[in-house]
């Protein structure tokens, strides 16, 4: 113990002495005297360090949780024995906060075991001891181990077994019978006596008080001795009030009978306000104030509770009475909600939103004036403050942005309560300021355009509907807004908000044409796309692509206007060349922008299919730039050219966006420039590049061919195979095959049929290299790995899927014998593997419509297919349910077992007899099978379809 104590003093960080000390700690704690050994060096060690202290006391608290329930009365005495010399030790020696914090916790620990049992003198003891005593040492342990019995004992917050809650119950009712009283009154002289050589005692003793408040008499704090104290220190001593707050908060949130609660708040308000605690408009000191605004977010919220259980009790009297002590209490909340400073307004943010739900309860005209001024008070702290960091947002910024959230819920909240009084409230703070902007604050102009889009969200408006109030008022704020100029403003977050609020009111502009011009040139010029802050160009981008597409019947006007615009933000970002404008992926939405207008913008086919080859000229020109150098150069620079080829090739892809099943390609004339455009991609498949970037630029392609099968139609079909064969050449990654298999059978789920022609010649390559690749050993450690190739077998399973729905079997069917048999014993190795359950079923469904479907198998493998049947298809049908893993009362496997059962009906419709005869005199005899059972099995085969699935599931409980 010596050698440990040793190091713990000597203050090392070395890891492996970590380690041997926690080696040490472990032992310690399950020895069943290592907790007598601490015991005895905290004894007879004054000058131990704190390290070595905190080590013995976790060893002794230790065993005070785990063990100190069994102990003997001598192992009783010696910890009552060693806690009473601490005690002592205290009044002589000081000892740092977290030690004494951990003493408490033994202390409450120790409390929750032998008291009132094997320990009933446990307070009387304590409190002798410190009132003889009296030391301020000796008395702020007291209160620690007071405030840790409450979180062993009494704390609701904290999660406790049945055990540990019938046994906190039962100290509670015995504190209540012996000592509470008397500890009340420690409490309340401790607070009086250190209120000015140490008021930190003093407020301890107040939280001490106010945190058994929740389950003693309320008369102990509620009487005129102690609030009259809990008010002089409110009122003169600024060092103790907040935890007279937190005490008084503790006293509302009692739970109590709703009138008598009402009574008491009322009481305790009055109170306060006749000494002037609520006139706090000079108040400086903000941590006061949160707390302060906690005990009044405490008033108001219980005060709600309380109506709303006398409202519901039908006590008209009590719950109106109730009702105006709420309303009395609005006018400090308004207060506080709109202090300048937002924790103190958050601190009553709760009371607002159930006041709201209040005045939901009731007639909305009622209480319009005081919706109103709440109304007011959020819009106005909805602004930001002067210290807002745009540059640097950090902690104190995210805390604002979800302040600002929950007043966005107040807001909403009203305007579902009274749409007009929030839409008359907002245009008296909007219009003044958009009117004025060039003179009003920053934080006021970005603000009138941020509740705009609140309103927009909040308040349902039909632009193009009838004329109302509601309609008028918006049109009036949306017109302002965009003629004010407001768009120009230094600040780039009014730029960012006005963007914001054209895009959220694009109906508007529907409805209003004249007023696009200068949004778009907002949006194509310095305050949009082209603003110095990365951040607005951004959120440009995305806003125009939006605002392209819900506008695209008005576009027609801007089209030119538009390319030419965005030509500089559409250049590939190539590796060495100066930085872009924009992001690739913001860049994505800026082409998208460009293909809808080209495509809404009625131009004649043939100026289209020219716009369209301009548009994707520059990923044309960067791709026949970067492939040769993409065997160029070190591993990096490799990959920033495969990036910069796939990022090329997306943004042809997110060209096609303009086109849609009823705008397509070939209608448009555009068809000419995204063939081109493949001839120049699909050659970069031939990369020798192996590892990623062979996987990047092979993503790039397999992306544009996905939208190219979407757009085009036959047109595409001459390039499929000359794509899938350099797609799986040399493919050996699980990842990039179970990538690319899904563009196959987006394939054939398009052209069906049409398509199998051009597969057939290359379904051998792609189906021997997804053989090749599952077959591959894995490492099992390797999760990445693992999950990769299952995910290739599920989308090799649904591809084999596609051919049978899309009516492409023929693609199969027209392969040698090998080939045939070989994928359907892919399917047979999938309806047994029970780790993918819906691959089981989609093997079962496969084998199925084989079965079942005339003329599906070649004539000359029909002897084949029979034995395949019964030398493979049987026996999975029955081998696959029966494993372990196949829970038979779980719905997905239930499906699974329906389609087994299809499949061996399916096997008898087709082979009749000689089915039943392999089954009785073959296959279950093979297992032993008793005859009953056998009998029962083939009559049951041989019944309706839907009857047989329901017994097949028995057959298998039978077995079980």
């Known amino acids: 113990m010596n050698q440990i104590l040793d190091l713990l003093s000597s203050g090392s960080h070395d890891p492996a002495l970590h380690q041997k000390l926690l080696k040490c700690f472990e032992e310690l704690k399950v020895n069943e005297n290592g907790w007598k050994t601490c015991v005895a060096q905290l004894m007879c060690s004054n000058d131990m360090k704190d390290e070595a202290r905190f080590f013995c006391l976790q060893i002794l608290e230790h065993?005070?949780?785990?063990?100190?329930?069994?102990?003997?009365?001598?192992?009783?005495?010696?910890?009552?024995?060693?806690l009473e010399f601490w005690l002592q030790q205290t009044s002589r020696h000081s000892f740092s906060s977290f030690i004494q914090n951990k003493v408490a916790q033994v202390f409450a620990l120790t409390l929750s075991v032998d008291y009132p049992r094997r320990w009933p003198g446990f307070f009387a003891d304590l409190i002798g001891f410190v009132t003889n005593c009296g030391q301020p040492a000796v008395v702020d342990l007291f209160l620690r181990i007071m405030m840790a019995v409450d979180s062993e004992v009494v704390a609701r917050d904290?999660?406790?077994?049945?055990v540990e809650n019938e046994r906190n119950t039962m100290i509670k009712d015995r504190m209540r019978e012996q000592c509470i009283a008397p500890l009340v009154e420690l409490w309340l002289k401790i607070a009086v006596e250190f209120e000015s050589k140490r008021p930190d005692l003093s407020s301890r003793a107040l939280l001490v008080l106010g945190a058994f408040v929740s389950w003693i008499d309320v008369h102990y704090v509620a009487n005129e001795r102690s609030m009259n104290l809990l008010l002089k220190y409110l009122v003169g001593y600024p060092e103790v009030r907040e935890s007279v707050c937190d005490c008084l908060l503790e006293l509302v949130e009692k739970g109590m009978e709703p009138l008598a609660k009402t009574q008491l708040i009322d009481s305790t308000w009055r109170m306060l306000v006749s000494a002037g605690v609520m006139d706090f408009a000079k108040e400086n000191d903000c941590d006061y104030l949160i707390k302060l605004g906690k005990f009044v977010n405490g008033v108001g919220t219980n005060l709600i509770v309380c109506w709303q259980k006398l409202h519901k009790t039908g006590d008209t009297m009590s719950s109106t009475a109730a009702r105006e002590s709420v309303e009395q209490k609005?006018?400090?909340?308004?207060?506080?909600?709109?202090?300048e400073d937002d924790d103190v307004s958050s601190s009553v943010i709760p009371f607002a939103h159930a006041y709201v739900g209040l005045l939901k309860q009731t007639s909305p005209g009622d209480y319009a004036d005081q919706a109103a001024l709440l109304l007011r008070v959020v819009i106005r702290k909805f602004e930001y403050d002067d210290s807002y960091n745009f540059d640097t947002e950090g902690e104190d910024e995210a805390h604002f942005?979800?302040?600002?959230?929950?007043?966005?819920?107040?807001?909403?909240?009203?305007?579902q309560l009274n749409a007009d009084l929030t839409m008359l409230t907002s245009h008296a703070y909007l219009v003044p300021i958009l009117s004025d902007w060039r003179r009003a604050p920053f934080a006021s102009v970005e603000n009138s355009l941020r509740l705009l889009y609140c309103l927009g969200e909040a308040v349902p408006v039909n632009f193009g509907g009838p004329e109302n109030q509601t309609v008028s008022m918006f049109e009036q704020m949306i017109t302002l807004m965009v003629r004010s100029g407001v768009v120009s403003h230094s600040h780039f977050a009014v730029s960012l908000q006005f963007l914001e609020a054209t895009a959220r009111f694009d109906k508007f502009f529907t409805a209003h044409p004249d007023l696009l011009p200068p949004v778009m040139e907002a949006f194509l010029g310095a305050h949009g796309l082209h603003h110095p802050r990365g951040e607005v160009r951004s959120r440009a981008a995305y806003l125009l692509a939006r605002m392209v597409r819900m506008m695209r019947n008005h576009v027609h006007k801007f089209v030119e206007a538009l390319l030419i615009a965005v030509a500089d933000v559409l250049m590939v970002r190539v590796p060495g060349s100066p930085?872009?404008?924009?992001?690739?992926?913001?860049?994505?939405?800026?082409?998208?922008?460009?293909?809808?207008?080209?495509?809404?913008?009625?131009?004649?086919?043939?100026?289209?299919?020219?716009?369209m080859r301009a548009l994707l000229?520059?990923?044309?020109?960067?791709?026949?730039?970067?492939?040769?150098?993409?065997?160029?150069?070190?591993?990096?620079?490799k990959m920033a050219v495969a990036e910069a080829i796939r990022d090329a090739m997306a943004f042809a892809a997110r060209a096609s966006k303009g086109f849609s099943s009823q705008t397509k390609m070939a209608s448009c004339g555009c068809v000419e420039p995204f063939l081109e455009a493949l001839d120049v991609f699909l050659p970069a498949l031939q990369c020798n590049e192996k590892g990623d970037p062979r996987s990047i630029v092979h993503a790039g392609v397999r992306q544009f061919l996905h939208r190219m099968v979407v757009c085009l139609d036959e047109e595409i079909f001459p390039c499929i195979p000359v794509a899938i064969r350099h797609l799986v050449t040399n493919c050996t990654e699980p990842r990039d095959l179970y990538e690319f298999v899904p563009l196959i059978s987006q394939m054939v789920s398009k052209f069906k049929g049409k398509v199998a022609g051009y597969l057939k010649g290359v379904f051998v390559s792609v189906v021997t290299t997804i053989w090749a690749v599952l077959s591959q050993q894995s490492d099992p450690s390797d999760s990445l790995l693992i999950q990769d190739l299952k995910l290739l077998r599920r989308a090799y399973y649904q591809f084999i899927a596609s051919l049978f729905n899309y009516a492409a079997t023929e693609i199969i069917f027209d392969q040698d014998r090998e080939t045939i048999f070989r994928v359907l014993l892919t399917l047979i190795e999938g309806t047994l593997d029970c780790s993918d359950t819906n691959s089981q079923k989609t093997c079962f469904g496969v084998l199925r419509k084989v079965i079942s479907t005339p003329g599906m198998v070649p004539k000359q493998y029909e002897e084949d297919m029979n034995q395949f049947l019964f030398k493979h298809l049987i026996p999975a049908a029955f081998s696959a349910p029966s494993k372990p893993e196949f829970d038979l009362n779980d719905a997905q496997n239930?499906?699974?077992?329906?389609?087994?059962?299809?499949?061996?009906?399916a096997v008898h419709a087709r082979c009749g007899p000689s089915m039943l005869d392999f089954l009785r005199n073959s296959y279950f005899p093979s297992f032993n099978m008793p005859p009953a059972l056998v009998n029962e099995f083939l009559n049951d085969l041989v019944t309706d379809a839907k009857v047989f699935k329901s017994r097949f599931k028995e057959f298998f409980k039978k077995l079980r």
């Not at 065993?63 to 060693?82: I, M, P």
């Open 63 to 82: 065993y005070t949780k785990t063990r100190y329930v069994d102990a003997s009365q001598e192992e009783q005495l010696l910890l009552r024995s060693f």
């Open 158 to 162: 904290i999660v406790h077994t049945q």
């Open 401 to 415: 942005q979800e302040f600002r959230k929950e007043l966005k819920v107040i807001f909403d909240n009203i305007a």
């Open 579 to 611: 930085p872009v404008w924009l992001s690739a992926d913001d860049q994505l939405f800026v082409y998208e922008a460009a293909s809808m207008a080209i495509v809404a913008g009625g131009l004649p086919p043939e100026r289209m299919c020219h716009l």
């Open 330 to 339: 609005l006018s400090t909340m308004l207060l506080l909600l709109g202090h």
């Open 894 to 905: 239930i499906l699974t077992l329906g389609e087994a059962a299809l499949c061996l009906k």
């Open 617 to 637: 000229v520059p990923s044309m020109q960067a791709v026949q730039a970067l492939l040769p150098r993409l065997s160029q150069g070190d591993p990096a620079h």
